[in-house]
């Protein structure tokens, strides 16, 4: 599995916006996005104004670093939801959020997606009991996922029982807070996707 090596928090200048790549960090007067949104880089932000496929593809970055996804990885995605049934652009976003390194995430089992990755590929997390180490697994509608029986007792996943998650829980989820484990109800609706893109720019860009 590639990895980003790089200071993620340039990711975020160079979108402009914060990513919440760093967890919690992300939600204080520390990060410094909050203070400088500059792109990196020595010439600083550009007086031109973008082209049509600048937009696009800056569009289609921000997505794919938000959830951490490579670019060849990313086009599968796009391929399979150009495949599926109903509108592209949702379809793609429901697959991204599906991903089980996701789910981890928005169950509150991870501060970060980045975080949910190292834990889904540690073998600290199971899908319907069986342990999964596949971040990018795709969880179907119906299926449980919390924490495997053999990592439950670690530091980390006590001080979570009983708790509800920290940043709210989306309608299509829901979550034991006794035993850490959640149950995804059905695929989530565009409007219960809050990451900031406007996905038909991705839609446009791909079919350029």
């Given amino acids: 599995m590639g990895r980003y090596h790089e200071g993620v928090c340039r990711l975020c200048r160079r979108e402009g916006m914060k990513l919440y790549l760093k967890g919690e960090r992300c939600y204080t007067d520390k990060c410094p996005v909050a203070k400088d949104t500059t792109p990196p880089g020595m010439h600083g932000p550009s007086r031109r104004k973008p082209s049509d ?10 997505l794919r ?3 951490g996804v490579f670019e060849d990885q990313f086009k599968l995605y796009f391929r399979s939801a150009a495949r599926a049934k109903g509108v592209t652009g949702t379809r793609l976003l ?4 599906t991903r089980l390194d996701n789910l981890v995430y928005r169950l509150g089992l ?15 997390i199971a899908v319907n009991g069986r342990r999964v180490t596949v971040p990018g697994f795709q969880v179907s509608p119906g299926a449980t996922v919390g924490v495997a029986p053999g990592s439950r007792d670690l530091p980390r996943f006590k001080a979570l029982q009983g708790a509800p998650p920290a940043r709210g829980l989306p309608g299509w989820l829901e979550f034991n807070q006794e035993q850490l ?6 695929l989530p609706a565009r409007e219960d996707i809050d990451v900031p893109v406007q996905e038909q720019l991705i839609v446009e860009y791909y079919s350029r």
Wanted: proline share 0%.
């Fill in 181 to 186: 484990a959640g149950r995804v109800l059905t």
């Fill in 53 to 62: 496929f600048a937009v696009r593809l800056r569009e289609k970055q921000r």
């Fill in 94 to 97: 429901q697959l991204l959020e």
């Fill in 110 to 124: 991870a501060s970060s997606r980045k975080e949910g990755r190292q834990l889904v590929a540690h073998g600290h």
């Fill in 65 to 67: 670093r938000f959830y």
